[in-house]
């Protein structure tokens, strides 16, 4: 018996074994590397062969003092803001129209998941084209309105709304999946007894479907949180983070410091990408909090 039980023990072990690696060599390593690459002062010399000094947080400090900082943080709170809130909003009500059943309804939420399917590389072209000044068709079709042409990505006061009317569009899809499946778990009796009591439609959203809605809704909203945090290829396709930095966020600022120019400034920008991962980090432990609040109300 004693022997079945150590069998045991070594086979769960032996299945925890590649989930242990695959967290160790994909997230933990990467992790701790990062952290090494903000504490150093990384040049292209050391960064290939090694030696790079300690500077402990001067690398902070540098990113923390520079007017770009305050200017991309302020960016990335409004372009994420922004995102979740349409996102969810506009996803929670597709998914509830589709959640009264109709011909047709599989088929068009199916075609909705296009835009979340197509590479990000191509949603982001394709905005880039449509919001093209010259040449795109949303002028165009404003043109026909008798409005005069915008300057979508090339003027400081639309190159944000421009790239995060991309990121609504693209991140729909996700938001209307998951709150149609919450919303089937929802029990049919509840609705019935409410029709009954002769609750509203709105009424019935506001008291029924919305609370039961909570816990899937707080998940959502914390993926759509953290995937919008790290959002680079859309705005680096379309904008670059111009004109003049209107566009920059921390995702793009992080990658400009470290890639974007001929003298890369490795150590200040894996450090905006330690800020971005502990707003991320703060984001989940807040998740958590207010999920044990609700399970222990």
């Given amino acids: 018996m004693r022997s079945q039980a150590v069998a045991r023990q070594l086979a769960g072990w032996a299945f925890l074994v590649p989930l242990v690696a695959y967290l160790v060599v994909c997230y933990a390593y990467p992790l701790f590397t990062n952290i090494d690459l903000s504490i150093r002062n990384y040049t292209v010399r050391t960064f290939v062969h090694g030696g790079a000094p ?13 007017p770009t900082f305050r200017t991309a943080l302020v960016n990335t ?40 399917l197509l590479p ?11 919001l093209n000044s010259e040449s795109g068709l949303v002028n165009a079709a404003l043109g026909m309105l008798g409005v005069d042409p915008v300057n979508w990505l090339t003027s400081p006061s639309w190159s944000l709304v421009s790239v995060t009317i991309a990121n609504i ?12 499946s919450g919303l089937q778990n929802i029990p049919r009796e509840v609705y019935e007894a409410s029709s009954l009591d002769g609750a509203s439609g709105w009424q019935t959203f506001r008291h029924i479907t919305f609370p039961m809605l909570r816990p ?24 670059k983070g111009g004109p003049s930095g209107s566009s920059t966020t921390l995702a793009t600022w992080s990658y400009e410091l470290g890639f ?11 450090a905006v990408g330690n800020v ?22």
Wanted: glycine fraction near 6%; aromatic fraction near 16%.
């Fill in 260 to 270: 974007g120019n001929m003298l890369p400034r490795f150590g200040p920008s894996a």
């Fill in 120 to 130: 990000l590389i191509v949603s982001a072209s394709t905005w880039a084209w449509l």
């Fill in 77 to 116: 709170v409004v372009f994420t803001a922004a995102s979740l809130v349409f996102q969810y909003a506009i996803g929670l009500a597709m998914a509830v129209f589709f959640a009264r059943g109709f011909r047709l309804s599989a088929t068009l939420r199916a075609l909705f998941l296009v835009p979340w």
């Fill in 54 to 66: 300690l500077v402990g947080f001067a690398n902070y400090a540098t990113v923390f003092g520079e």
């Fill in 276 to 297: 971005l991962i502990l707003i991320a980090l703060v984001a989940g432990l807040v998740y958590i909090r207010v999920q044990r609040k609700q399970e222990a109300a």
């Fill in 216 to 239: 899937v809704s707080a998940i959502t909203l914390l993926l759509g949180l953290v995937y919008t945090l790290k959002v680079f290829d859309i705005i680096w396709i379309m904008t």
């Fill in 169 to 180: 569009w693209i991140g729909i899809p996700f938001n209307l999946v998951i709150l149609y």
